[in-house]
């Protein structure tokens, strides 16, 4: 099993930063992909940002150029520079063992003000 906890979501003003962290516990030897998903009220959630154990990263188009996603050992971090108001959701951290268990967190709130 995996074990995220998600840390650093708050409320900014547009074309502010935030940075998210999430921290991996448990079976971390075994997760190949972790990233970052978002959902805000009434839609479906959506991928932000992925980084693969060998290190590459895949991003929204909504988010590219702004969002920087980066891999410490078992820690994922997500760096968001000039936030939008339609950058406000629930940031979801999400990792992915080799063999396909799929875990999520627990979710934390980014608001962005206009």
């Known amino acids: 099993q995996v074990q995220l906890v998600e840390s650093g979501g708050g409320l900014v003003q547009a074309g502010g930063s935030l940075r998210l962290s999430c921290a991996a516990s448990?079976?971390?030897?075994?997760?190949?992909?972790m990233g970052w998903y978002r959902q805000a009220p009434g839609k479906q959630r959506d991928v932000v940002a992925i980084?693969?154990?060998?290190?590459p990263t895949n991003y929204a188009d909504s988010v590219n150029g702004r969002f920087t996603i980066s891999r410490d050992k078992s820690t994922v971090y997500l760096q968001m520079n000039s936030l939008k108001p339609e950058d406000t959701a629930v940031y979801y951290c999400n990792a992915v063992q080799w063999h396909g268990g799929t875990w999520w967190g627990q979710g934390t709130q980014v608001t962005v003000s206009s």
């Open positions: 980084i693969h154990s060998g290190g």
């Open positions: 448990g079976s971390t030897l075994s997760i190949d992909v």
